[in-house]
């Protein structure tokens, strides 16, 4: 499956962001014209253009070498530069062309004349010396200059214009959202890129553990073919020709990381038919059940039933007394079971230990593949048979294809 790229979706959002608030006036003035029937002005949208262009030039010169300083833990060199840009971003807006709402120290109003407005009956007024007339001798219905306001009080006079803080408010919160997006899309890349280095440890683990299978069973073989040698050579002939096929499968099949059951229990019955061979005495018992049909979409990890079936043989065979092995592989409500009994000659060795490190080490792989979607049960009865249960987790074809 392709890793999302939080870089690539921090990009797609900007993009729909500035999409829509540089096309907001233009749609806005399409809208006006089509209710008026008139013609479409694009007057009124290039000035709104003029007003968002400073806010996008901020944002760009932010994007590309301001907030570099940040991620290189350049702390106070950005909370400087920060401070620089929206300054300039201030003056020009100040001192801009940009049309922003000022207010007048003289407001004008006008006092309506006595007499009735037309249309209306006129109200009762009052005789206010002070009221509708111009004290100095003006004429009544004249302007009437309101007193000036008290320093300070207002806009336009001791402090910043409203427009201008508002301005200044909104450049603040968007780089603050920029610079907030670029941590958060950091965080994901190193949460991302922990994952990987976690899934190749993982790999290069199983990779070992896999490698010191082979060995193992390379050397038991060799060890059971040894004895044959010198009683059957033409049975030996054969038994080495079985091998050459178990080895091809170790080499060729043993380098994935996923095969086939089909292939699996072929392996499995291979290296049982060469056991037959080799234990061909009358009170040896030896029985194999594996599944049939739906065996190619199944998936496993390869030569992970062998060291339970190796073990099985090692030490539950006898040439002087009866013995027996008996395996079972099966798939049952999506999980696939392996129970392995075997009669007891040899106690078998404890895990950890010498010569028991072959279950040992299908513990460590099955913990690396499966975490905690496994049951491995040892277990012997009476102290004459020995008792290994191994369930796993199903895997098939298509569920692996939709996981790349």
Not at 145 to 164: E, K, Y
Not at 389 to 400: A, G, K, R
Request: aromatic share 8%.
């Amino acid at each position: 499956m392709k890793i999302f790229n939080p870089r690539s979706y921090a990009r797609l959002v900007y993009t729909i962001l500035w999409g829509m608030v540089w096309g907001y006036p233009a749609l806005t003035a399409l809208i006006v014209a089509v209710r008026a029937g008139s013609a479409f002005s694009w007057g009124g949208v290039l000035h709104a253009w003029a007003g968002i262009l400073p806010f996008f030039l901020l944002f760009l010169l932010h994007r590309l070498p301001v907030r570099l300083l940040f991620m290189r833990h350049r702390i106070r060199v950005y909370v400087l530069s920060v401070a620089g840009l929206l300054c300039l971003f201030g003056l020009y807006r100040h001192y801009s062309g940009v049309e922003m709402p000022r207010a007048s120290s003289v407001q004008e109003r006008r006092v309506p004349p006595h007499g009735k407005p037309p249309g209306m009956q006129p109200f009762p007024v009052r005789d206010d010396p002070g009221r509708g007339r111009d004290t100095s001798g003006g004429e009544p219905g004249t302007p009437v200059p309101r007193p000036p306001r008290p320093a300070g009080h207002g806009p336009g006079h001791g402090g910043v214009p409203m427009p201008l803080l508002l301005d200044l408010v909104i450049a603040a919160l968007m780089l603050g959202f920029d610079l907030a997006i670029a941590l958060l899309a950091r965080y994901q890349e190193e949460q991302e890129k922990a994952r990987r280095l976690e899934a190749a440890h993982l790999r290069h683990e199983l990779e070992h553990l896999k490698a010191q299978v082979n060995p193992h069973f390379f050397m038991n073989m060799l060890n059971n073919i040894h004895g044959m040698v010198e009683m059957d050579p033409a049975k030996a002939q054969v038994m080495i020709m079985e091998l050459s096929k178990l080895m091809r499968y170790v080499l060729y099949e043993g380098a994935k990381q996923r095969t086939s059951l089909y292939k699996e229990t072929d392996f499995i019955a291979s290296y049982v038919e060469l056991m037959r061979k080799r234990y061909s005495s009358r009170k040896v018992r030896i029985g194999l059940e594996l599944p049939e049909g739906n065996r190619e979409h199944v998936l496993l990890p390869p030569l992970l039933f062998i060291s339970i079936i190796e073990n099985a043989f090692k030490h539950g065979i006898s040439y002087r007394s009866p013995s027996f092995v008996e395996i079972r592989l099966r798939v049952e409500k999506g999980k696939l079971r392996l129970d392995c009994v075997n009669s007891i000659h040899r106690r078998p060795p404890r895990e950890g230990h010498e010569g028991g490190m072959g279950l040992a080490n299908l513990r460590q792989r099955l913990q690396l593949l499966y975490g905690d979607g496994f049951t491995l049960d040892i277990s012997e009865k009476d102290g004459k048979t020995y008792h290994v249960n191994l369930t796993i987790p199903c895997e098939y074809e298509t569920d692996t294809m939709h996981s790349r």
